[in-house]
């Protein structure tokens, strides 16, 4: 028997789905028959996590219906903070995450429920939880105090207070949620692809969104965001950013942040959104040092590999100016994402064949 084999599954279609597609014809990231990007100039990240999960958008009454419920389920269970607590203190938080979210299906008492009812119920509940979680998750590994979640925020202000200890500015606030909208889902990632695996063998939405939180850390995927900003700080000015970008690409390294196996030829349309952000956060505070160098890297980028900057590029150096730690930048796109995996997980269960490729066999004669 003969299989073709691709490797990295370019192009090989996996599943069918109603949740999204990246049209790159026509350049939409489509979520439910909307464009993603459109949406970003009116819509808010919590209209995306309804869009996902209930299939339309919401009218401003059910928005903020959602908003009161997720405020009310913010709360984690107080021996998740003892766990946390007893890790080593060079553990990442995208570690802790991936034990947390596992730990969290110890508190559900229908696990072996998989209707699309109670996935429904499971993720929202893990929506509000996640960001307690992350924050916390850091600030128990950073010796830092435990923080409450303040209700009367929105999602995206209470998260960023949470982070940062501060009440941010309404700038801070829709740039945060910008940030969230835009990492809120993007059709089948790897992360994505590995919790529908997961998910088809018919195990719980906690096991497939734990698999995902594994799958999200490595830099070729979400960890790319902080490996960004771990180079744009170690270059600390444009000279030097160019300098060791050319040195990189002399080695045959690989840039973190550029690059993106189905926007090729293009940027990726959310990192234009979030260079806006940026532009503005840096007009702000008067400093471009960040957007000149990451402007530089485009062009070295473009000039010598014709590759162009994914979402994550432009998230680092925002994250970064919006005081948020390095270490919490792939955790917070996980906490995004929770919202596109789980409508993932609810399609996969609804309409499930267990997922079991075959290989070319290359071993031994026999
Ligand atoms: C939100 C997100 O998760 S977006 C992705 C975030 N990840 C990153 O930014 C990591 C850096 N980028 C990459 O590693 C890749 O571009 C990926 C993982 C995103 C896509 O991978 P693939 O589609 O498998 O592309 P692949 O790695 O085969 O690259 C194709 C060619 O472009 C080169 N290339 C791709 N990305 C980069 C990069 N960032 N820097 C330098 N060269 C690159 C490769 O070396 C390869 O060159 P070659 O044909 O001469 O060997
Ligand atoms: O689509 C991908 O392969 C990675 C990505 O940009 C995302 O998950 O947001």
Redesign the pocket.
């Known amino acids: 028997m003969s299989v073709s084999f691709v490797q990295?599954l370019?192009n090989v279609v996996v599943s069918e789905t109603e949740i999204s597609f990246l049209d790159t014809d026509v350049e939409k990231i489509v979520i439910r028959g909307q464009d993603l990007i459109e949406l970003s100039s009116t819509k808010r990240y919590l209209d995306i996590v309804y869009l996902l999960l209930e299939g339309e958008l919401p009218d401003e009454s059910k928005r903020l219906m959602l908003q009161n419920d997720l405020s009310e389920k913010q709360t984690i269970p107080k021996e998740l903070l003892q766990v946390f607590s007893l890790f080593s203190k060079d553990y990442h938080p995208m570690d802790a995450q991936r034990t947390g979210v596992s730990i969290l299906a110890n508190y559900d008492s229908y696990i072996g429920d998989n209707s699309a009812a109670m996935n429904k119920q499971r993720a929202y509940k893990l929506l509000a939880q996640l960001p307690t979680l992350t924050a916390n998750s850091y600030r128990i590994l950073n010796n830092q105090e435990v923080i409450s979640p303040l209700n009367d925020l929105s999602y995206s202000a209470n998260f960023l207070y949470m982070i940062t200890g501060d009440i941010p500015s309404e700038e801070e606030e829709i740039i945060f949620d910008k940030s969230l909208l835009l990492y809120s889902e993007?059709e089948m990632?790897n992360s994505t692809f590995t919790a529908r695996v997961i998910a088809s063998t018919n195990a719980d939405l906690y096991s497939a969104l734990t698999g995902a939180v594994g799958s999200l850390k490595g830099?070729?995927?979400?960890g790319?965001?902080e490996a960004v900003m771990y180079l744009l700080n170690e270059a600390g000015n444009v000279k030097q950013f160019e300098k060791i970008l050319y040195e990189k690409?002399q080695n045959?390294?690989?840039?973190?942040?550029?690059?993106?196996?189905v926007y090729m030829k293009k940027m990726?349309p959310r990192a234009q959104i979030m260079k806006e952000s940026l532009k503005s956060l840096c007009n702000h505070d008067g400093d471009d040092t960040l957007l000149e160098m990451c402007e530089a890297g485009e062009t070295i980028?473009r000039e010598e590999?014709g590759?162009f900057p994914?979402?994550?590029?432009y998230a680092a150096p925002v994250y970064w100016k919006l005081n948020i730690p390095i270490p919490l930048y792939t955790p917070i796109?996980y906490c995004s994402r929770a919202a596109g995996l789980s409508a993932h997980v609810i399609e996969q269960h609804d309409n499930n064949r267990i997922f079991r490729p075959r290989v070319n066999y290359i071993g031994k004669q026999y």
């Open positions: 990295g370019e993007h990632p830099n070729l995927h979400g790319a965001n690409l045959k390294e690989k840039i973190m942040g550029f690059g993106h196996r990726d980028m590999k590759l994914n979402l994550d590029y796109f």
